[in-house]
């Protein structure tokens, strides 16, 4: 999955509307959408689409969307 | 002139119905429709869908789509489509379902398969795409699920329709918790016996002694369509605005004794 594809995932995911208002530097914890739902569903989304289960403490030390996507996509 | 008090009023409001070919969903439709709503009519049955159309005011506002609620990957689309047509959704009512009464001793999984798909996995999975980002009112709006007397309450041989219903009825609180922060309420309303074309050749009504039983069972003798469609106009409208999470029981009184 390309970076662009896993943006407009992670817009559903948290519900942002436009997807193009995000970027892989945006920080997802200062969304006006960010909130416990979106967190569950993000971690969801982890689960599905890569089969990745995070740890909560890890997952508090992500602040991009591109670091959300490196944890999914690294070895 | 001071325009009249409707507090029940539906003008401006999107509604989305499924199982809008017949019965209770075709009623909801015509009752919708009288109430001023725009509807997004859903059904796998075409035909019965037309004839809801000549029944309802202002055809011309309305979208229909002829859809199997189980093709999980098509209704999405079909949402979209309707939304850009008639404008986004305000309130949901899912109707659709299907009753049996089957003794335990000869229920089988395909047929619980089935009683589950159409009677709650299809009601989940339409709430998921109305209120998929994009889709639903930003101001919020009512979504209603199709419970029932037999969800909370025992007849013999009724265990895998009341599974079902059940299902929804505790769904429907856990969603109210979710969407409430969207301003989207979400309730179950529970009628008793409704004499609809999908439950009126079940031995319960098609039988004249079962009929006196079952009509027996009910203080107020049994329910028509109208008598649901009524009660979802409250659910929908402003009037039920701090109304969420709550099962509306409409049942002649079944569940009183």
Redesign the interface.
């Given at each position: 999955m390309t970076i662009n594809k896993f943006i407009e995932k992670f817009a559903?995911a948290v519900?942002?509307?436009d997807a193009s208002t995000l970027s892989a530097n945006t920080e997802f914890r200062n969304l006006e959408e960010w909130?416990s739902?979106a967190y569950l569903s993000v971690i969801a989304l982890m689960d599905e689409e890569f089969d990745v289960q995070i740890e909560m403490e890890d997952f508090k030390k992500l602040k991009t969307i591109q670091e959300v996507f490196d944890a999914c996509t690294k070895e | 002139m001071e325009k009249q008090f409707n507090p029940f009023s539906l003008d401006g409001k999107v509604i989305v119905i499924s199982g809008a070919a017949s019965g209770i969903g075709r009623q909801c439709a015509i009752n919708c429709s009288k109430m001023g709503a725009r509807l997004i009519l859903l059904d796998l049955n075409e035909a019965g869908l037309a004839e809801t159309m000549t029944m309802v005011e202002h055809p011309e506002e309305h979208f229909t789509a002829a859809v199997n609620l189980t093709d999980y990957e098509r209704v999405p689309e079909v949402i979209k489509e309707a939304v850009a047509k008639v404008g986004r959704i305000t309130g949901l009512l899912n109707c659709a379902g299907i009753s049996t009464t089957l003794p335990l001793n000869v229920a089988k999984l395909e047929v619980l398969d089935k009683f589950f798909h159409v009677n709650v996995y299809t009601a989940y999975f339409l709430t998921q795409a109305v209120t998929?980002?994009?889709n639903f009112s930003k101001e919020g709006g009512s979504i209603v699920f199709f419970s029932s007397a037999a969800g909370q309450y025992g007849e013999t041989c009724k265990s895998i329709y009341g599974m079902t219903k059940g299902a929804l009825y505790a769904g429907a609180k856990s969603l109210a918790c979710?969407l409430a922060?969207k301003n989207i309420r979400v309730n179950s309303i529970s009628p008793g016996v409704i004499v609809t074309p999908i439950n009126q050749n079940l031995p319960h009504i098609a039988d004249p002694e079962q009929r006196k039983q079952t009509e027996a069972l009910h203080l107020l003798g049994l329910g028509n369509p109208n008598d649901i469609a009524n009660a979802c106009i409250y659910l929908l409208s402003d009037a039920s605005r701090w109304v969420t999470g709550s099962n509306l029981v409409v049942d002649g009184g079944y569940t009183t004794r």
């Open positions: 559903e519900e942002v509307e909130s739902l | 998929k980002i994009g979710e922060r």
